[in-house]
DNA sequence: AACCTTTACATAGACTGTCAAGGGAAGTGG
DNA sequence: CCACTTCCCTTGACAGTCTATGTAAAGGTT
């Protein structure tokens, strides 16, 4: 899981599913999964969450879906992204990036007083 | 500013100032040109979040205020860390650190469909 | 049948950030 | 002395995203 109590993924959610989709068509249980183990469980997007982001990034129009048949022969909505959606994910992902150098410019811990380590 | 419409501060905003708080006793204002100065612009901390982000801190007891004078003779009210606090930006840290690696993992340019670059 | 897995959705609620507005006190330039 | 700017704090309305929790249904397995 993403840790205690941390809402760290508030504003990234998108992007990660993004780059997931970036790899081909895909469904949301299965952007979960892939998400999840690719972080060795760091990563756990709860239904709650996926599910209303997949509509609205559908809704925005950066991604489109199609229900088809998985390979385990059960119905699921099959989401790509779109021209929009790939834009999106170049944007955001260069944003992070930035934002994320920012955040670890202030944490970083060679540059910590002694007794926070 | 931290870009467009993103919401990536969400949940981080808390370890910054905690974090800002290390180095020692400060108040609102200069944590917020602290932050802004130490990323070169790219954390833009608005006071409609960080004076509340403040104050639910202190009601957690992660941090304490006194009222004082500044070097430039205004009022300010001075936050400090509190035994709490500084546990709380040990962990709070570590569990960014390990969310950006995740999420790092994820997006990673390096591994990227070409068309994606 | 009973049960687990796969797949999707919805509602309620909490939390946290943005926006926007306001206020007061100390300098500074005229 | 007045106007203006800088410093510093506060709060309320609002919006957005996540979590928690529960529902549903179909296929496979035993």
Chains 1, 2 share one sequence.
């Not at 989709?21 to 469980?41: F, K, Q, V």
């Amino acid at each position: 899981m993403a840790s205690d109590g941390h809402l760290f993924l508030q504003g990234t959610l998108e992007v990660l599913i993004l780059k997931t989709l970036s790899w081909g068509p895909m469904h949301g249980y299965g952007i979960a999964n892939w998400l999840g183990e690719r972080t060795d469980g760091e990563l756990d997007i709860e239904e709650g969450s996926l599910y209303p982001a997949l509509h609205r990034m559908e809704r925005r129009g950066w991604i489109e879906a199609e229900w088809q048949i998985t390979d385990k022969n059960r119905r699921a909505k099959y989401y790509q992204l779109t021209r929009d959606g790939r834009k999106r994910l170049r944007d955001d992902a260069k944003a992070w990036s930035r934002f994320a150098s920012a955040v670890a410019e202030v944490l970083d811990e060679s540059k910590a007083p002694s007794w926070a380590t």
